[in-house]
């Protein structure tokens, strides 16, 4: 069969799904007891494997099913989780994620076989065996198949032994699950669930002889069943399912709240199934009784147990309501991202017609009456709403970016040999697709840097009295026009004298600007280029490796990043990000008879000033604004435009960069204006302070001014 | 005679002498039109015009040559070129464009220059027409900015 067309979905889906691998592994490092964990762990390394089987993908099969064959183990609770075991299945993780971005890159899985992992996994395996179980459970996890022969030959006598019929149904004889023999732990699971007031379920599926793909089959009405309730049993075994070793009928064994019927119509809606059959199972009394026994000497000896049990159970209906919310964010189109761009352009243009006509309508007096301004006020509206539209459809959760996180940082934490913990917020905040794309490397730096050089050791800590597990913090939230990202770490701090020393030795500052300088300005030399290439410096100052390749990249994507510290309690990092990069709202000014526009995001306040109330300080103009002392800039000379005489009072915008205040001091306010940010090219190498230009309604250009530049 | 022998140039006086632009680079031809000056800029670029949308940075082809910077009159166009394919244009000033010339390869000869003269490898060779001589000028080096 060719299943190239659904190559697509299953490396989403796959990719889905590791993410959910990667997450649980991570909770279940924490809590290995955690059962719902367990199971949905098991749920997605199952549906891996069914999904690289059906896509024929066979070594991505048999490394998911060798970690499903120890996940099982787990699950059944016949192996207790290790920080090792889990090392491995992370190892295995990485590897399936290899495979698909080699299936990505070039529609093969390749050719690494990964053996290395598959024979670790193997060994847990068989030391597992070598010290525990039965002989008899070690033997039936190895051949299925013999089993299979062996219910063949016990029919009958397994029909009075273990299973006692409900009701006398007259398809009873369909009823094939009847007659199969269940595992102690099988028999256990029923009891209990029976004490959760949970039904047991058995039910046999007969699909219709010209099923070609009875593998996927079964793992579709695998999946439908799931959605109802929990597969305790499968028979033949799952694995004999996918590998379509089997009829055309087998049976199930679900543990669920819903009745058979809701069950055997959950079934008969996948196609290719001729007939479902289904019936409460009871055990017989002697196995309720011994098996109750056992469930309450377990209680007894582990009475946190129960708490965990009905904490799975909450969260066993959280994961259900999740489920159900995903279906609902699945009603979706993919959509490629350049057809986007050629939307966002001709948005971009209608603003401009828009504006041309704004312009236009207020120099021509015949269209200075109402029901045209109506109209016009109408239009802006729209192009202002169908602007937002688009950029929202443009917009991704950080989430995805952010995700691979909490595992980088468990890596780190073994590697650095450091206690550390992540907590993230805000990660639904959501951000442009192509800044998404090019944000994860600077975050990624930042937090190594931050459980590198941030974080003390674990003993030093203990010593100061601190919590000897450090903290990381990644928080993520929106903020106006603009998405901040704050990477922060409780750890030692920026070391702002050592910087001071070797920024001296260095010769980037002298003895005397070192002096002078405010902790701010320190800081910031860490972001300079100069400062990061020396790995001297690194080591002394513990930080800058990097830094200013963040600071430039952050730049590129039009933001800004600011370094905040405090010796002994740690130090952020603050990224400001732009919503959009193509349309921005603005202040129009005039500077010298030239029209500029100044980014809205920036401006803090427009003031209008007296000229005596400017100061001169060490040849600088300040003025002292509401008690802060503001740096003036006059734009006109930084623009090299006549400003023509001085009025007695000047009009002065109030910008801020991080926690940095400026005044600019320009001739005349147009107003606000949508305009759209266009690129000057390559050709021209302008002022840095030029960061692009707009064309206005009149078609115009009017250069876009990046204050930020000189602040 | 192929048609690969022969290269269409446009001509193009500044200070009233004759150069060569070579046809394949030329985009269009409009006429002159307010410039919006860009602070900071290289001292030949006279600033970004408005095409049809696009922003497009302007450079007076005299200043760009060496040659003295006179006003450019009523007569003057912007030659908005593409210096590659897929490049972003560039507009030249210049102060009249003259007429269409096609000339054979053969008329056209290759002048020698002292490398380091940065003026000189803006001129592509001299095209030879009746008994006239036209500087022809080479396109990328004038927009390798």
Do not use: W
């Amino acid at each position: 069969m060719d299943v190239s067309q659904y190559l697509d979905i299953f490396i989403d889906e796959t990719k889905e799904h590791l993410q959910n691998l990667n997450e649980h592994l991570l909770v279940l490092e924490r809590e290995p007891e955690n059962e719902s964990t367990i199971n949905e762990i098991f749920r997605a390394a199952h549906s891996l494997k069914g999904m690289s089987a059906t896509m024929g993908f066979t070594r991505m099969q048999r490394l998911t099913h060798d970690m499903e064959n120890v996940l099982s183990e787990i699950r059944n609770g016949k192996m207790k989780v290790s920080s090792d075991l889990v090392d491995i299945l992370f190892k295995g993780l990485d590897a399936l994620e290899a495979y698909l971005a080699n299936i990505q890159a070039t529609s093969s899985e390749g050719e690494e076989d990964n053996e290395e992992i598959i024979n670790a996994l193997n060994n847990i395996l068989k030391g597992k065996k070598a010290e525990t179980a039965t002989p008899a459970e070690a033997v039936k996890a190895e051949a299925t198949k013999v089993e299979a022969t062996k219910v063949e030959a016990t029919k009958v006598a397994g029909r009075k032994e273990n299973v006692q019929q409900a009701e006398a149904a007259g398809d009873s004889s369909k009823m094939k699950f009847k007659t199969i023999r269940l595992e102690e732990h099988e028999k256990k699971a029923i009891v209990k669930a029976g004490m959760m007031d949970l039904n047991v379920i058995g039910v046999t599926i007969y699909l219709v002889e010209t099923c070609m793909l009875k593998g996927a089959r079964a793992f579709m009405i695998n999946r439908a069943i799931e959605e109802h309730g929990e597969i305790i049993k499968l028979f033949p075994s799952a694995q004999d399912l996918e590998d379509e070793k089997y009829d055309f009928d087998y049976s199930a064994f679900i543990i669920t709240k819903e009745s058979p019927e809701v069950i055997v119509d959950a079934i008969m809606k996948v196609s290719e199934v001729k007939e479902a059959v289904a019936d409460y199972i009871k055990l017989s009394d002697d196995d309720i009784a011994s098996n109750t026994e056992a469930i309450k000497k377990e209680e007894a000896t582990a009475q946190i147990k129960l708490f965990t049990d009905t904490g799975n159970a909450k969260q066993g209906q959280a994961a259900a309501q999740k489920t159900t919310a995903k279906q609902l964010t699945n009603r979706s189109v993919r959509v490629d991202i350049d057809k986007l761009d050629v939307l966002m352009n001709l948005v971009s243009e209608l603003i401009i017609a828009k504006n041309g006509l704004v312009s236009r309508s207020s120099e021509i007096l015949e269209l200075q009456d109402a029901a045209f301004r109506e109209h016009i006020e109408y239009l802006e509206r729209v192009t202002t709403n169908i602007h937002e539209a688009v950029m929202k459809t443009r917009m991704v959760p950080i989430e995805s970016v952010v995700n691979r996180f909490p595992r980088m940082i468990r890596d780190l934490s073994k590697q650095l040999n450091k206690e550390m913990e992540l907590y993230m917020t805000g990660e639904d905040t959501e951000l442009d697709r192509t800044v998404i794309d090019e944000i994860g490397d600077p975050l990624m730096h930042l937090l190594r840097n931050a459980a590198d050089h941030g974080l003390e050791p674990s003993e030093e800590r203990k010593r100061l009295g601190k919590n000897p597990v450090g903290s990381i913090y990644l928080n993520a939230y929106q903020d106006g026009n603009s998405v901040v990202i704050e990477v922060k770490d409780d750890g030692g701090g920026i070391n702002i004298e050592k910087i001071k020393k070797v920024a001296i030795q260095r010769g980037v500052i002298t003895e005397e600007q070192a002096q002078r300088m405010e902790d701010k300005d320190v800081i910031d030399i860490l972001f300079r280029p100069s400062f990061s290439t020396s790995d001297k410096v690194t080591e002394v100052s513990g930080r800058g490796v990097g830094l200013d390749v963040v600071k430039t990249k952050i730049e590129s994507l039009g933001g800004e990043i600011e370094a905040r510290s405090k010796m002994g309690e740690g130090s952020s990092f603050i990224i400001r990000l732009p919503l959009t990069l193509a349309i921005i709202q603005s202040l129009m000014v005039v500077i010298g008879g030239e029209k500029y526009a100044l980014p809205l995001g920036n401006i803090q306040s427009i003031e209008e000033i007296g000229k005596d109330e400017i100061k001169t300080i060490q040849g600088k103009e300040v003025i002292n604004l509401r008690g802060n002392v503001i740096p003036i800039i006059r734009l006109g000379n930084i623009l090299e435009c006549a400003s023509g005489e001085q009025p007695k009072d000047l009009l002065i915008i109030i910008v801020k960069k991080g926690s940095r205040l400026a005044g600019m001091v320009v001739d005349e306010l147009i107003g606000q204006l949508e305009i759209v940010y266009k690129s000057i090219g390559k050709y021209i190498k302008g002022h840095k302070i030029i960061s692009g230009a707009t064309i206005l309604g009149n078609g115009e250009i009017a250069l876009i001014l990046d204050v930020n530049s000189l602040v | 005679m192929a048609a690969s022998n022969l290269k269409q140039y446009i001509i193009v006086y500044l200070n009233s002498k004759k150069y060569g632009i070579n046809i394949k680079y030329i985009d269009s031809i409009i006429f002159m039109q307010k410039i919006t000056r860009v602070p900071g800029a290289q001292d030949y670029f006279m600033g970004v015009i408005n095409l049809r949308g696009e922003v497009v940075p302007v450079m007076s082809l005299k200043k760009r040559l060496g040659l003295p910077d006179e006003e450019y009159g009523s007569k003057a166009r912007i030659i908005i070129i593409r210096p590659e394919p897929q490049a972003a244009c560039v507009g030249l000033v210049v102060d009249q464009v003259k007429e269409v010339i096609t000339l054979e390869a053969d008329s056209i000869e290759k002048m020698s220059y002292d490398e380091s003269d940065e003026k000189a490898q803006f001129n592509a060779g001299i095209g030879k027409v009746e008994d006239d001589l036209i500087d022809l000028l080479n396109i990328s080096a004038i927009t390798r900015t």
